[in-house]
């Protein structure tokens, strides 16, 4: 299996634009996990979704994000507008089943300037 | 949520030294892992480990979940190991915690 996939790698925005996220799990994994991972705060989660349906959210720091899982295969996370205190990498994980091991991509790092 | 404290925060091993490193965690944990996030930021899973001990090659881990605490021992450590080390808990299924990491430097 390929593993998790993240795109894009690396997103440079300016100050107010849209930024996605996307995140493919591993297929057959039927849990998923968006964290984010700064110096000041180290590795936080911010939502993680179970069978597609969103499950804990209270992690995401303000309206401004917005994540989405339609399908299985596939999830998004959206910051609206960006602020530079988003800059972060922002992981994306999957797991088989609740309570079992996770898996992490690759990541993504976000710059907003 | 659950407090995670690892130690120590910073280690620096020459090439063939052994280490331990410990996760302390403040509640009742169903979950476990250890990951090591390497210099390209990079986080590889060591051990799903929410009790018992468990070996691979060189690193071995071992969970007293009762005395909620975790250790993570390095054998012959070799420059690839260092990054920094993460512990990782959880309970409620999946809702995991990260301690702060231990970073890791194994030097020539």
């Known amino acids: 299996d390929a593993g998790v996939i993240q795109s894009p790698r690396h997103e440079v925005t300016e100050m107010g634009q849209e930024v996605t996220l996307r995140c493919k799990p591993i297929s057959g994994h039927n849990s998923l996990f968006w964290y984010r991972q700064t110096m000041m705060r180290g590795l936080e989660l911010l939502i993680y979704f179970n069978n597609n349906v969103p499950i804990d959210d209270s992690g995401m720091p303000e309206d401004r994000f917005s994540a989405k899982m339609p399908n299985a295969s596939f999830s998004t996370l959206k910051i609206q507008p960006s602020e530079p205190r988003d800059s972060a990498v922002y992981f994306c994980a999957s797991s088989p089943d609740r309570g079992t091991e996770a898996f992490f991509g690759q990541g993504t790092r976000l710059t907003v300037v | 949520g659950i407090q995670v404290e690892q130690s120590p925060p910073d280690l620096i091993l020459q090439e063939g030294a052994n280490s331990t490193l410990r996760c302390n965690f403040s509640?009742?944990?169903?979950?476990l892992q250890w990951f090591h996030q390497n210099p390209w930021g990079q986080l590889i899973n060591l051990f799903y480990?929410?009790?018992g001990t468990k070996q691979n090659v060189r690193l071995s881990a071992t969970t007293v979940a009762t005395e909620r605490y975790s250790l993570l021992y390095i054998s012959s450590s070799q420059t690839t190991d260092s990054g920094v080390y993460f512990c990782?808990?959880?309970?409620?299924?999946?809702?995991?915690?990260f301690g702060s990491g231990t970073k890791l430097n194994v030097k020539p």
């Open positions: 509640d009742s944990v169903n979950n």
């Open positions: 480990i929410p009790s």
């Open positions: 990782a808990v959880g309970y409620n299924f999946n809702k995991f915690y």
